[in-house]
Structure formats: structure tokens, C-alpha cells
């Protein structure tokens, strides 16, 4: 059937009137009495995982209606009850996976099948074997899985494109990442924190292709198993990787106005042993323009701050790593793997400044300025992972290391003159800084699984992390009307050292009770030590806590089958990385600074959801409703200095912060090559600062549509769309921004490559965004025009060939800082 091009973009761009209507549910199985029972545990035929909320039919020998059904729990468990004695089909199905059917007898008495396997469902293109196709959003009952390889309109594009597009994230226009309007959260690769993010994380999601990524996990509550940093959840990014048997790979590149990209995969694996290469360069351009204008209330009366600017940030780079794996049977693994990135990035960047109103601060200049900066980062990870074999599935033992080291290295030049205009008056003064930063981190981590009984576990684990942080800033000065050379500025040049010790302990009891409740019920112990030194302040300090952090979940599966009720509480720690607490103070802008505050502490955030899933084979529907509350929340607050004549950005525990918010997912598929998904947000945020004697709250939304067409064989077609309220912060409030795209994809080379032409934000070159700060001593509104019009064309190839290889791994999850924040 085809559809016209307009009923997919109205279908992309408007809201969905069909979220309103109920999914649509399974055949009513036929009533039947008896006294009957089978059970089972139904798992992937590959990994030996349990296949969570399969579908389990019993049909009769001949005929398709069913006369009882199920749905298996989180750990792939399921009984049917009330059974007439006979011989009778047995039916599993899930997305991804081939249906099993086999014959089964029906006794008066109960039956249990054990495990049975389903095999992911797959097609031969060439030599490749590919795996059925996932639906794009998947609703699990801990996480939301948004499958990035099935949207075409991220073909070209970094990870800040896919998150962009993920149900209940946030990206904003200057890439900083939120999960229900907290920015408090951390981003792991592969379940692994990474070096690469630990700096300035929204340039580092433009370093990963969108073509690598597999999928985006979004936890909203996690377990004790996991850190408990991060008040506002936790994200995972999924590479592509293949653990299959065979030689295979993929290489890939883009084009486009705004980013270039060029990215390839090899993997071999033969016997127990295997090999898995990647290998990425990337280029990325981003030009704008903002004018800012501030009033400021000040003892001598009243002065007015205004600025032109236009700048351009230029970025290089690549990214490689290779793994080796090792099974000396399906019960043992082991992992070794190596990743590095390099980023280079140049920002030429030209203002024009004037103040007027005191005449005693009356200034005019223009300033030239090139930034340069350079990353470099590594991570060494090893883990060995113990499993029990079919007779003991559900028990697992793991011990993973890992090593991080990230050198980030940022210099500017400028030269300022006394005109309105770059070169149009006298050169008076100029500026050369250094700022050198290094993270260094190791983590040694043990977990283990046990089964008690036949449907409870109990998980405990133990886990240390060693962070060495320093900052070495210094800045040279030089006012030609007074010296002949540059001269070192002691007030603006330091050195600062930070150690972070963490080591922690966890417990987290699985019990199902009664066949339609589930229960877990953790609880986690962490210790930190903190060291700080100012090498040229001669000053120091040292200080320990130790916090007990308890999690809660509770499922109840509903009497029909796929619906599902589930209550979670969780305690969370967010501690600041070295963006909230280096001291250097940017002053790029005389007029207007910022630094961090190495006085922070960490803040602590309980988090309370309700959320109800259901799903079909047509349709799903996922609604939360929930509340974030942070007694000592770290905000970014600004001041004015009279002596500097100057406002200041920097970080405090100096507010509450209570967030309360009801989240929707749905999907339907009204024709077999037709998806449509939307999703919403809505939150109300409340922040009380007494230090500050100020009290904000505001009302924001925001939205996400998708909808996909499969064409024929070859093409397909797919548009994205969402929109934003804008925010607000303790002191300020940002404006919304709405984003599109539309993407089609061709299958070329007999299946074996993809050609796509993405083009989004289309209709205009760029916008302008607004933020507005209102404190006591002075208001202030910011102005950028960013150009957001992005055409892509990128190719993808795949080879080799593949079969299936059964080994268990387990990662690195080191979600417990907080991370973001400005390069500083």
C-alpha cells in the first residue's frame, strides 16, 4: 500500500491523536476449566539471557485460536494455570525472534517444560547474516531502549543527533543532555563511564558517529547494582559490536554542510578467540552569532553592558579501539580491550564590548581571540565473567578492572583595541593563557548473582574508584602602554590537585511473590575520600562521608497479559567532576567571567516513579508519572563584583530543587509498513534558594514524534520532529527551540549497503535563542543565531560472514559523578 509524501510529514510533525486510543490487545484466548499447569523460562538462543515479557500461547493441535495465554516475567518466566488435559501447540513470540512452536501434553497435574530458546530472526544478504529488525523505541521494565540503527534520519549525524531524538531526553541547542529536565546524570559507552566524556561532555557526543551507535539505554531508576551518581538517571550509549563466529565488518562515511565523517569495523572470530576493530575520523563546523546586553544597579548608579559577537568552532578527530576476547568454554570469558580518541578544535571568535552610564567604567574595545584545544583520552578495561551452564542459568560471577587517563589541553590568544571594529583603532593590550587538565582513574569491580529458589535472586558486589584530578592554568598579560614584553598574572596562574576515593558495597534481593508481583529491594554503601590542594595558594582540604543509599522496585503484572504496573524509589549521590570544582576563572570576557567552586559538595536526590506499560503486537504505550526532590541541589548562580565591575558564574549548594513530571511513549502500526511513535514530557520545576532569598518555578514540555514508511524492498522513508519549551534556572530562564528532519534510504549492492540523504532543520538557514538572568543587582539577555540547516549523504557497506557464538560478557559502570558542565 502506498501512502502520499505529505501524510508522513503531517504524521512526523503533529501531535498523535492516536496516544489516546487503547492499545490493541491479543485473540482472546477461549474460557476453559482444568486442572492443568505448565511452566517454563524462555530464553535467547544466543546469549542465554532470559527474554523478558515474551508472548506465550497454548493452541490447539489444529486451528489458531488460542485457549489460554501468557506473558513471561522480567526473567522470562511464565505459567499457564486452569489447563483441560490433551495435546495442545505451544507458541512463543517476541520482537527480534523467530516464533517457536512445539507440540506439548497437557496432564492433570503440572508440567514443567524447563528452558526453551528463542533464536533471533534472521536473513541471508550476500554473506551477511542480519538479524530481524527491532521495533525503534522498546519499553523495558527498568530502561527505554531507543534502537538508533533503525532511524535513517541519524544516518551521517554524532550521538548528539540520536540522543536528540531519544523519548524523554533533552538536548538543547548548546548540546548539554537532560533526562526529565535534570542535567544530573552520567553518560556510559558500552555500560563503561569513558574517558572521552569526562571532560566537556557536549563536545564529545559530536566525536561519535551516529553509524556506530546501536542503541540508547535510558534508566530512569537504577537498581543498587549500578553507582548510585547520577540524581537524575542514567544513559548508556550502545555501540555496534558483533559477537558472532566468522570475518566481518563494515566500513562507512558522510558528507554534509556540517559534519563529515568517516568510519569502519572489523571482526574476527574463530573458535574461542576473537578480535573486534573500530576505527573513526570526523570533521564538524558550527557557526554563530549572539549579542548580549545587561543592565547592572550598582552604588554609582546605573551601567549598561552590551556585546556583539560572531565566532565559528572548527572540530577534528578520531576514534579507535580493539578487544580481544577469549572462551575457553561457554562458562568462562574473558575480555581485554584498548580505546583512544584525539580531538582538536579551533574557535576564532571577535566581540565588540561597550559600557556606558558611569562614567568612570566607560570602556569601548574590540577583541580578537583564537581558542585551541586538544583532548586526548584512553580507557584499558579487562573482565572475566563466570556463568553456570543451562542447569544453573540465572548465577553469574564477574570481575572487570579499568584505567582511564584524559589530557586536555586549552590556550587562547587575543589581542584587544581601542575601537569599535577589529583593527580600526590602536592595539592596547594582550592575553595568552594555558589551562592543562588531567583525570586519571582506575576502578576495580566484583558482582555476583545467585539464584535462591526457583524464581529469586540475589545479587552483592563490590567496587573501588581512584581519581587523581589537577588543573595547571596560567596567563600571561601584556598592556603595551606599560610593559615592553608579557608578564605572568600570579592572581589569574595556579595549580590544583583533587583525589576522589570511592568504595563501595551493594545487595539487591530479586523475589517474585506470588505469580503476578515481583519485587527488588536493594540497598547500596559507598565511602568517599576527597583531597584538594592550591599549589600556589599554599591551602588545602581533606574530607570523608560515608552514605547508606537504598532502591526499591515493585511489579505487578496485571490480569491481562503485556501490561504491567511497576513502583520505584531510589536514593541518589551526584558528585561534582572537576567542571564544578576548577577554580580557573575564565575571563575571556572581562565584563562577564565564570569558575568553579572546589568547596562543592555532593548533592543527594530521592526519586519516586509510577509508571504503567502495555504492548501488542501493533502497539505500545508507556506512562510515568514522577518526583525528583534534591535537598542541596548544586546550582550555577551569578553575582555582580563593583570592585571588578564584573559579573560572576560559579557553582553552590544553595537551593532546593523539586521536580514533578509525567512522561508518555506510544507506538501503533497501523499498516505492516507503516510505524508512527510519539512521546511527551512535562514537568514542573520548583527551586527555593534561601542563601540567595530567591524562589523560581515554571512549567515545561516537551515532545518527540517519529514516523517510518517502508516503501518497498529498497527504499524507505522516515521523519522525525520535536519541540521544547525552553527552561528555567535558579536565576534564569532559556527559550524553546523545535528541531525536523526527514530522511530516505535505499538499499544498494544487493543489500549489502545503505545510501541515505538525511536533511534537517531545512526550511530556514538557522534561529535565535534567548536567556535572560534576573538577580538583584543586574538583569541580562543573550541572543544566539545558530545555523541549524544540515544536508547529509552517507553510505554504509557490509561483509562477511557470521554465525552464532553463545559467551556471557559483563562491563565497567562507573555512572557516579557529575559530569557536563562548561569548558572552563
Known amino acids: 500500500m502506498k501512502y502520499p509524501l505529505a501524510l508522513l510529514l503531517a504524521t512526523a510533525a503533529a501531535a498523535p491523536a492516536w496516544a489516546q486510543a487503547p492499545a490493541a490487545k491479543p485473540p482472546t484466548p477461549k474460557v476453559v476449566a482444568g486442572t492443568g499447569q505448565l511452566r517454563g523460562q524462555v530464553q535467547d538462543a544466543t546469549t542465554k539471557k532470559p527474554v523478558e515479557y515474551a508472548t506465550v500461547l497454548l493452541l490447539p493441535a489444529e486451528g489458531t485460536s488460542p485457549i489460554a495465554s501468557a506473558t513471561a516475567d522480567g526473567q522470562g518466566r511464565f505459567e499457564l494455570t486452569r489447563l483441560p488435559a490433551g495435546s495442545f501447540r505451544l507458541q512463543l513470540s517476541f520482537v527480534g525472534y523467530a516464533p517457536l512452536i512445539q507440540p506439548v501434553t497437557v496432564t492433570s497435574a503440572a508440567t514443567d517444560l524447563g528452558t526453551l530458546t528463542l533464536a533471533a530472526s534472521a536473513k541471508t544478504l550476500g554473506e551477511v547474516s542480519v538479524t530481524g529488525q527491532r521495533p525503534l523505541v522498546e519499553t523495558r521494565p527498568d530502561r527505554l531502549v531507543y534502537n538508533a540503527e533503525q532511524d535513517a534520519t541519524s544516518a551521517g549525524g554524532t550521538a548528539t543527533d540520536v540522543l536528540r531524538k531519544t523519548p524523554l531526553l533533552n538536548v538543547d541547542v548548546d548540546g548539554n543532555v537532560q533526562l526529565r529536565g535534570s542535567s544530573n546524570l552520567r553518560i556510559l559507552i558500552n555500560n563503561k563511564p569513558s574517558a572521552m566524556l569526562a571532560g566537556n561532555l557536549a563536545d564529545a557526543l559530536k566525536q561519535i558517529p551516529a553509524d556506530q551507535i546501536k542503541a540508547i539505554e535510558v534508566i530512569t531508576s537504577p537498581s543498587s547494582k549500578y553507582d548510585a551518581e547520577g540524581s537524575g538517571g542514567v544513559i548508556n550509549i550502545v555501540l555496534k559490536k558483533n559477537n558472532l563466529q566468522g570475518t566481518n565488518g563494515n566500513i562507512g562515511a558522510g558528507v554534509g554542510n556540517r559534519n563529515q565523517n568517516v568510519n569502519g569495523s572489523f571482526n574476527v572470530r574463530q573458535g574461542k578467540l576473537g578480535v573486534n576493530t573500530r576505527l573513526s575520523g570526523y570533521y564538524n563546523t558550527y557557526p554563530y552569532r549572539s549579542s548580549t546586553s545587561r543592565t547592572d544597579f550598582t552604588s554609582a548608579g546605573t551601567g549598561y553592558f552590551n556585546q556583539q559577537t560572531t565566532s565559528s568552532s572548527e572540530g577534528t578527530g578520531g576514534y579507535g579501539q580493539v578487544e580481544l576476547t577469549y572462551d575457553p568454554s561457554t562458562k568462562h570469558s574473558f575480555t581485554l580491550s584498548a580505546n583512544g580518541n584525539l580531538y582538536r578544535s579551533n574557535s576564532p571568535q571577535n566581540f565588540v564590548s561597550q559600557y556606558s552610564g558611569i562614567p568612570a567604567l566607560d570602556t569601548l574595545y574590540a577583541r580578537d581571540i583564537a581558542q585551541r584545544y586538544v583532548g586526548r583520552n584512553y580507557d584499558f578495561n579487562a573482565g572475566y565473567t563466570r556463568t553456570f551452564g543451562p542447569e544453573q542459568p540465572r548465577r553469574e560471577w564477574s570481575v572487570l578492572a579499568q584505567h582511564t587517563r584524559s589530557t586536555n589541553t586549552g590556550r587562547y590568544s587575543l589581542e584587544q583595541y581601542h575601537a ?104 547500596r554503601l559507598e565511602y568517599t575520600r576527597l583531597e584538594g590542594e592550591f599549589a600556589g595558594a599554599g591551602s588545602s582540604f581533606t574530607s570523608s562521608y560515608l552514605n547508606v543509599l537504598p532502591s526499591l522496585s515493585a511489579t505487578r503484572t496485571l490480569k491481562e497479559p503485556g501490561h504491567t504496573l511497576r513502583l520505584n524509589y531510589s536514593r541518589r549521590i551526584q558528585r561534582p567532576n572537576i567542571y564544578y570544582l576548577n577554580p580557573y576563572v575564565n575571563v575571556l570576557t572581562p565584563n562577564s567571567v565564570s569558575y568553579g567552586n572546589p568547596e562543592l559538595s555532593p548533592e543527594f536526590a530521592n526519586n519516586f516513579e509510577l509508571s504503567y506499560s502495555t504492548f501488542s503486537k501493533k502497539s505500545s504505550l508507556n506512562v510515568s508519572t514522577y518526583l525528583r526532590y534534591v535537598g542541596n541541589s548544586i546550582e550555577s548562580y551569578s553575582r555582580y563584583n563593583e570592585t571588578l565591575a564584573r559579573t560572576e558564574r560559579t557553582f553552590g549548594n544553595l537551593a532546593t530543587n523539586a521536580t514533578y513530571g509525567v512522561s508518555f511513549y506510544g507506538s501503533i502500526k497501523p499498516v505492516e509498513a507503516w510505524n508512527i ?112 540547516r544540515t544536508i547529509r549523504l552517507s553510505f554504509s557497506y557490509r561483509f562477511g560472514k557470521l554465525t552464532t557464538n553463545n559467551a556471557r560478557r559483563r562491563s565497567v559502570r562507573n555512572d557516579d559523578s557529575k559530569g557536563g558542565g562548561d569548558s572552563q
Open 677 to 788: 511513535s510519539g512521546n511527551a514530557t512535562v514537568n514542573y520545576t520548583r527551586l527555593n534558594s534561601a542563601a540567595l532569598d530567591r524562589k523560581t518555578q515554571l512549567l515545561t514540555a516537551n515532545f518527540g514524534f517519529n514516523s517510518s514508511w517502508k516503501i518497498n524492498k529498497q527504499y524507505s522513508l522516515q521523519g522525525f520532529s520535536g519541540f521544547s519549551t525552553g527552561g528555567v534556572g535558579l536565576q534564569s530562564r532559556y527559550s524553546g527551540y523545535s528541531y525536523y528532519s526527514l530522511a530516505i534510504r535505499k538499499n544498494i549492492l544487493k543489500e549489502k549497503g545503505d545510501l541515505s540523504l538525511n536533511a534537517s532543520n531545512f526550511l530556514t538557514p538557522g534561529r535565535e535563542f534567548r536567556n535572560s538572568t534576573t538577580t538583584d543587582q543586574f538583569t541580562s539577555e543573550s541572543v544566539s543565531y545558530q545555523y541549524q
Open 420 to 523: 569599535a571594529a577589529i583593527e580600526a583603532g590602536p592595539l592596547e593590550y594582550q592575553e595568552r593563557n594555558s589551562n592543562l587538565s588531567r583525570n586519571l582513574e582506575t576502578t576495580l569491580q566484583t558482582d555476583y548473582t545467585h539464584p535462591l529458589k526457583e524464581k529469586n535472586t540475589l545479587e552483592v558486589g563490590a567496587k573501588a574508584i581512584l581519581r587523581q584530578v589537577s588543573s595547571d592554568y596560567s596567563l600571561d598579560t601584556l598592556l603595551r602602554a606599560r610593559q615592553v614584553d608579557f608578564a605572568r598574572s600570579p592572581r589569574r596562574s595556579n595549580a590544583f590537585d583533587y583525589q576522589q576515593d570511592v568504595a563501595a558495597a551493594y545487595g539487591t534481593l530479586n523475589a517474585a511473590a506470588g505469580k503476578k508481583y515481583n519485587l527488588s529491594l536493594g540497598a
